[in-house]
């Protein structure tokens, strides 16, 4: 056993800056996705208006006392988790190397980072008064890529890379892959249980909605029709107007909640290994 300790401590070696960096971006992520998780379960349940996803989380919390303040640090921390994917794409840390598996998980960072830099503008956008029209830029965008030759193939890629990174969620979940990320020797008993219990539920939310996200940039691609694409926060809304919405909402506020919840328990007990 002390042996076992021993090999894994070794696998934590980083430069200090380099680990607060990086557990500071997950605390700010999980954060997030626990407002959000909240806000989407009072819109399930009618209370609180129809606030839901990222740039309703980000709303309240500007309207709260000090609430840009917390807007501005969380915007410090989504750029931090924004590094730690950059790092792990161009310094690769976890020796993943260039295979066929490196590659693919590298393709996986630089996704997450790419969302993220959104998230992070969102953000930024709110706390700085700015208001926001999101949602107008992205129509505006997909209009004109629809307009070139390329436009069509491009989204309809993009959505089918996004909806295979939701599926690899299921797996990832399912298989318990994340726990081979975790520093066990410094968890306890509880700990390590909650992490692997949120860690499943809540991949498997988000593995939800990124697949939704990809299945209407598909549609997009396929009908030429921009209103057809969405992002996180639409992703949300078009669940809430399906069959049984609300209660498809309600369950996957729950996850998303959990998700934040083990995205700070990841943050807390994950190896850091960047010399």
């Known amino acids: 056993m002390n042996k076992m300790n021993t090999t ?13 960096f990086a557990r500071l971006g997950y605390f700010a992520k999980g954060f997030v996705y626990i407002l959000i998780g909240i806000l989407t379960m009072m819109a399930a349940i009618g209370v609180g208006g129809n606030k839901k996803g990222a740039e309703g989380a980000f709303a309240s919390v500007a309207k709260e006392p000090y609430g840009e303040v917390l807007l501005w640090i969380i915007s410090v921390g989504l750029v931090c988790y924004v590094g730690w994917r950059l790092i792990q794409v161009f310094i690769d840390p976890e020796d993943r190397g260039f295979g066929v598996k490196g590659l693919g998980a590298k393709i996986g960072y630089f996704i997450s980072g790419a969302l993220y830099v959104g998230l992070t ?50 797996y990832f979940a399912y298989k318990e892959k994340f726990a081979e990320r975790f520093k066990k020797y410094e968890m306890s008993a509880k700990e390590l249980k909650l992490g692997l219990k949120t860690g499943k539920l809540g991949l498997s939310s988000r593995g939800i909605v990124f697949c939704m996200i990809g299945y209407f940039l598909i549609q997009t ?14 992703a949300l809304l078009k669940i809430s107007q399906q069959p049984f919405g609300q209660w498809l909402l309600g369950l996957l506020a729950i996850g998303l909640l959990l998700y934040g919840v083990f995205q700070i328990v990841k943050g807390k007990n994950r190896h850091m290994r960047v010399l």
């Open 8 to 20: 894994e401590k070794q696998k934590d070696k980083a430069r200090p800056w380099i680990r607060k």
């Open 121 to 170: 503008y969102k953000a930024i956008k709110i706390a700085m008064h700015a208001g926001s029209s999101s949602s107008d830029s992205k129509k505006t965008v997909m209009a004109k890529l629809i307009q070139h030759d390329w436009g069509q193939w491009l989204i309809g890629l993009l959505g089918a890379g996004i909806a295979i990174y939701g599926l690899y969620q299921f």
């Open 221 to 234: 691609a396929l009908t030429a029709k921009p209103d057809e694409a969405t992002d996180f926060d639409g």
